[in-house]
């Protein structure tokens, strides 16, 4: 089956054809090479994904169609203190489908993130490459542990059996969550024998609950 490019044009559209950015036109034409006329799907990044063709910096609209969010998934994660390590949780996070990603403010953790012009551009590339219709959302703030809803499953060792059904999750720094961050009757998830980066445990929680 011949790759077909994916690639995110944000909303409004108005008319048969939609306007590219001369950077994602020359990236289309330049790195990938393509001609006018080949095949191409798009999104706004909010559930609309259609087919259609590339013209003259442009894309010439075909059919379309509304997709739901694959999840209503929202990961609360302690940010990794490298940036390359807090991308890869952007971009995964976003190709499995986890409707939004929040950075939480730890006593362990670091506290740092990257702009959010750039975790933007991560979350952007990765539904491009994952031909998803929906953009994670995401934000620079750094929300305390606190103000997290009551339903929130923290992942934390000797934790319980994977909760059923859950929206909200938190995923703690390499230190763990302190006793006193954890608040008091909170459900807590163990997702195994062994201590898991920051990265692979939000890879492991997201997988597990989508995967249902």
């Known amino acids: 089956m011949k790759h077909v490019p994916h690639i995110v044009v944000p909303a409004p559209w108005e008319g048969k054809r939609i306007n590219l950015s001369i950077v994602q036109w020359r990236h289309l034409t330049k790195v990938m090479r ?16 259609g087919h259609g063709l590339l013209g003259s910096q442009e894309v010439e609209r075909g059919e379309e169609s509304q997709i739901e969010r694959p999840s209503s998934l929202t990961l609360s994660v302690a940010p990794p203190a490298n940036k390359d390590r807090q991308r890869f949780v952007v971009e995964k996070l976003a190709e499995l489908g986890v409707a939004r990603l929040q950075w939480l403010r ?84 163990d997702l195994g024998p062994t201590i898991l980066r920051v990265e692979t445990a939000a890879i492991v929680a997201a997988t597990r609950l989508l995967g249902d």
């Not at 393509?34 to 994904?49: A, H, M, S």
């Open 106 to 189: 730890t006593e362990h953790g670091s506290n740092r993130v990257a702009n959010p012009a750039k975790v933007f551009s991560w979350v952007h590339t990765a539904v491009e490459q994952s031909r998803g219709a929906w953009l994670m959302e995401t934000s620079s703030d750094l929300v305390p542990v606190d103000s997290l809803p009551p339903e929130t499953v923290f992942c934390h060792p000797g934790g319980g059996e994977k909760p059923e059904n859950a929206e909200f999750v938190a995923i703690g720094p390499e230190g763990g969550f302190t006793d006193d961050e954890l608040p008091v009757g909170t459900p807590t998830w």
């Open 34 to 49: 393509l001609k006018r006329g080949v095949e191409i799907t798009y999104t706004d990044g909010l559930g609309t994904l």
